[in-house]
């Protein structure tokens, strides 16, 4: 019989450093013998959700979507890590209800810091007014009350977030602990 997965979800504002960390965690779940897929938002806005905008409608589609695939995946032994800005805490809260097995990670970057960060220039450009829609800006970002697990970019490096999220699963069970080499034996 072939083990159940689970969902790592990363949720947090525009440039906080989830697809940064999601990115450092895959090889390491990998080396543990998991199969793993990265749902960036980016990414599937690209495809499933080509059609999607922006407004609060087409987010909780969006959210809605890639929820169905990483219930899919979940469900057949892979870890999909969600890298998902997904604003909205009824989103997030169906997502944990349709999955299940659902480890929910807040990148809790701060927006001052996220808005310096500004991997895409979209602060600079919803700033300026020549956006809208923009999480953080003149758009909610609903932070999780109660995530698994946070996330503080602005001390650790996103190689010590992913290690510290692995710390959590192994802690929570979700996955084995790493194995540790035996004592050698006394002759
Ligand atoms: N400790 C850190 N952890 C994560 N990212 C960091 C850290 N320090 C600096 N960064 C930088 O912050 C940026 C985070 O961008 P990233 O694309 O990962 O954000 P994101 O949350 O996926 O944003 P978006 O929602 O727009 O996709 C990267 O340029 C990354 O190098
Ligand atoms: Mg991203």
Wanted: include cysteine; charged fraction near 25%; glycine fraction near 6%.
């Amino acid at each position: 019989m072939s083990h159940h997965g689970f969902c790592i979800w990363l949720t947090g504002l525009p440039s906080a450093g989830k697809t940064t960390i999601a990115k450092a965690l895959v090889p390491k779940l990998k080396a543990r013998g998991w199969n793993v897929e990265l749902l960036d938002g980016d990414e599937v806005r690209k495809g499933l959700s080509a059609d999607l905008g922006f407004d609060r409608k087409a987010r909780e589609v969006h959210a809605a979507r890639v929820t169905y695939v990483a219930k899919v995946l979940a469900r057949n032994g892979v870890i999909p890590i969600v890298a998902l800005i997904s604003p909205y805490a009824s989103s997030r809260a169906k997502a944990r209800a349709e999955i299940g097995s659902f480890v929910e990670v807040h990148v809790t970057t701060p927006i001052e810091v996220c808005e310096e960060r500004d991997v895409k220039g979209l602060y600079k450009k919803a700033r300026a007014g020549e956006i809208h829609e923009m999480t953080g800006v003149d758009d909610p970002y609903e932070a999780p009350e109660r995530p698994d697990l946070t996330i503080d970019t602005i001390h650790f490096t996103p190689d010590q977030s992913a290690t510290s999220i692995l710390d959590h699963l192994e802690r929570t069970g979700w996955i084995a602990a790493a194995a540790t080499v035996p004592a050698p034996t006394a002759r």
